[in-house]
């Protein structure tokens, strides 16, 4: 649904919330603009593309400004731009797809207090629930990660906890929050990572190299610091997801005694019952 501009609400001369710089801090977002050419009517038919609200909650966060990427409206649209159109392979065509069926058509642009990029609220009355994506100044302007392409996967990573995944393991991660419990949950930092490791290796002509060097960083540094059990996982400029070990891994050999061989390689060894939740065998 798409409504006017509310009459008789000031434009401000930037986003009236505190931390907020002005000029704003240079995300790459000109990088990605020329891509789709932004103007009123591609704004509105990305909204359109994900059935989004677009109401008054945006006024004063560039709202009369859609394709001004100095401002968070701006800047949101630029990452649902490299959701929708990054490309098809993998998750590139899956994410967006996915986010279009899940998200709610609710978005709430709020001042936010910089310690998250976008967080998922549900409200529930009795037998009655509501679901919207809170999204603070952070995800316009938290340096130097929020590049577009890391917005795409924040609103994939939201996207999941609105399909029922939790953080699963509360804060028993390094980071202390948005923690998963393993890979094989596939929970919301799993979505996150899997896009941005098909954006890196598939998606890289959309933008930069910086823009991709960035993602990679990010997506490495997730992979690392926000499960409680370790992956044995990163995110390869050209291969995407592999072995940490790669590419010097050590040849397979048996496991010892007593322990399940969860991969058939001897060194997905674990010891336990269903030890092997936590081991992911690739693919």
Known sequence: MIVALVAGVAVNAQPQCSGVGWPPPDLLDSQVTPYWNCNGGDSLQLWNDFQLYRGNQWVGYGYDRPCDMDWPLGRALNGLWMLRHAGTAGFLGSGWWYAQNHLPDN????????????????DCTFFWCTTHIEIPMAFAYSEPWLTPAYRAAVVLHETRHVDGYDHDAGDQCADLVSCDSSWQYQGAN??????????????????SEDIVNRA???????????????????????????????????PPHECPTGEQDCCGDGYSCC?????CEHVYCGG
Not at 108 to 117: E, H, I
């Open 107 to 122: 978005w709430d642009q709020t001042c936010g207090d910089w310690t998250y990029a976008a967080r998922t609220i549900f």
């Open 216 to 250: 990679l960083l990010i997506a490495n540094q997730h992979m690392v610091r926000r499960f409680e059990y370790g992956t044995g996982l990163r995110v390869d400029r050209f291969q995407g997801i592999i072995r940490s070990c790669e590419p010097n891994c050590d």
């Open 190 to 207: 799993y979505m996150e990572i899997r896009w941005l490791a098909d954006f890196i290796t598939s998606a890289y002509y959309v933008g």
């Open 271 to 275: 010891r336990g019952p269903n030890c």
